[in-house]
């Protein structure tokens, strides 16, 4: 149906306002980074025209250089209006894919690799702008089982299994792949998500001391009493044990990292199965965008992440 409406003109894209918002926030970034051929800070941009130029060796470019909108086959508006249905909505990519004139893999690939670019600089962007919180961090784990071998050549002794050996989301009668642990940590607006092999003490500490580079030493840790959390030791940490109660009579409760397993979950399904690296990155993805919608900044916080590569 969506295609349908496309087709008839009924849903028709405009990257123009975004076009023009994108290349005059990267050229004000620019005019405070180094030139890329000299180093000195003596960069200047006109008005109507998309180059730059160092008033100091005369080199000139792009304003799209060493951002992910460099060399693409969508223009920059096109590009961020596909990240945002892809991240925000429960739109596939094959879905998002059908707005635009041009074929799938394009579409895919620009936004795997853009999405990549953007959960670089989320944590450059945060630190500029979010003060230390001193509010609770609320952990908690829940499985997801990856879909095997989406996308990657199956082992020999597979084809017994009665799938193809073609690349593809493949349909195997047996496993269905990995089972990861998605770790999730809420503090103030900040989401972390991260997807782990097991619920082990080792990988659910990489998920607090990401909050803790982003939002400051965590003081006090609010869990669900679970026996993976006991080798966690913090200074403060307060239990609600689920078999008893939700929230306890002081207040403590993981209602927020409950509540975003209820928009994930929905959101993964659209995948129709992920690879162990493809879930890994989605999810931190989710987080993070989450993240800025939470914030109150979630197109200026977006382009910031994009173009903060200016300055490496």
Wanted: glycine share 8%.
């Amino acid at each position: 149906m969506l295609r349908h409406l496309v087709e008839l003109t009924s849903i028709v894209l405009r990257p123009e306002p975004l076009d023009q918002k994108i290349e005059r926030h990267c050229k004000q970034m620019w005019e405070e980074a180094p030139c890329p051929d000299c180093g000195e800070t003596n960069i200047k941009a006109g008005d109507s025209s998309p180059r730059l130029w160092c008033t100091n060796c005369r080199y000139t470019f792009t304003y799209t250089r060493n951002t992910p909108f460099e060399g693409r086959t969508l223009t920059p508006g096109e590009i961020l209006i596909a990240f945002i249905l892809y991240a925000d909505t429960l739109l596939s990519i094959n879905q998002v894919a059908q707005l635009f004139e041009t074929v799938y893999d394009t579409v895919h690939t620009t936004i795997r690799e853009v999405e990549a670019a953007f959960e670089r600089g989320f944590h450059l962007v945060w630190t500029e702008f979010q003060e230390d919180a001193d509010s609770p961090t609320q952990i908690d784990e829940t499985g997801q089982k990856c879909s095997g071998y989406k996308g990657q050549s199956p082992p020999r002794d597979g084809l017994s299994r009665g799938g193809s050996g073609e690349p593809g989301r493949s349909r195997w009668e047996g496993a269905p792949g990995d089972t990861m642990t998605l770790v999730g940590a809420c503090r103030d607006t900040l989401r972390v998500l991260r997807a782990e092999d097991g619920a082990k003490p080792d990988e659910l500490r990489q998920t607090l001391d990401e909050v803790e580079i982003l939002s400051g030493k965590i003081e006090e840790l609010w869990h669900d009493g679970w026996h993976g959390y006991v080798p966690l030791v913090y200074e403060n940490e307060k239990v609600v044990p689920h078999s008893e109660e939700f929230v306890t009579d002081d207040g403590v409760h993981v209602n927020q990292v409950e509540c975003l397993w209820s928009l994930v979950d929905p959101w993964l399904q659209k995948f129709r199965g992920l690879s162990k690296p493809g879930l890994e990155q989605s999810v931190r993805t989710y987080g993070f965008v989450r993240t800025l919608n939470l914030a109150g900044a979630p197109l200026g916080g977006l382009i910031d992440c994009f173009a903060v590569n200016l300055f490496h």
